[in-house]
Nanobody
Framework: QVQLVESGGGLVQAGGSLKLSCATS????????MGWFRQTPGKEREFVAALSRSGSSTLYADSVKGRFTISRDNAGNTVYLQMNNLKPEDTAVYYC?????????????????WGQGTQVTVSS
C-alpha cells in the first residue's frame, strides 16, 4: 500500500511560481511511475505531467510544457512539480498518483494510488 500526501499549493499571482510536493511514508516512489493531474469543478481530472519509474523519461501536457517540471528526489520518497509562469487557467486541485507501470503515462486508469489533492489558485 502506498499513501501519497501532496503539499505546496496556495494562492499566487499570474506569472508566479509554486512547487508542489508529493510524499510517501510507505514504499519508495522509485518503484512507480508517477503522475500529476489536476481537476476543476465539473470537469474530468486532467493529465499534467508524468515521470517514468527510472526517472529518466518525462511526459507533459501541451498546456504546461515549458512551464512545469516533474522530478523526484534521490531517496525516491518525494516527487515534485515545479510550476513557473503560472496562469489563471492553471487554477485547480492538483493530485499526485503512482502507477506500477514503467513508462510515464497520461491516462488516469493506469494509476493505482492517489493523494488527496492540494489547491492551487492563480489570480489574474
Amino acid at each position: 500500500q502506498v499513501q501519497l500526501v501532496e503539499s505546496g499549493g496556495g494562492l499566487v499571482q499570474a506569472g508566479g511560481s509554486l512547487k508542489l510536493s508529493c510524499a510517501t511514508s510507505g514504499r519508495s516512489l522509485s518503484s512507480y511511475a508517477m503522475g500529476w493531474f489536476r481537476q476543476t469543478p465539473g470537469k474530468e481530472r486532467e493529465f499534467v505531467a508524468a515521470l517514468s519509474r527510472s526517472g529518466s523519461s518525462t511526459l507533459y501536457a501541451d498546456s504546461v510544457k515549458g512551464r512545469f517540471t516533474i522530478s523526484r528526489d534521490n531517496a525516491g520518497n518525494t516527487v515534485y512539480l515545479q510550476m513557473n509562469n503560472l496562469k489563471p487557467e492553471d487554477t485547480a486541485v492538483y493530485y499526485c498518483a503512482a502507477s506500477p507501470a514503467a513508462l510515464p503515462l497520461a491516462a488516469t486508469g493506469y494509476y493505482t494510488y492517489w493523494g488527496q489533492g492540494t489547491q492551487v489558485t492563480v489570480s489574474s
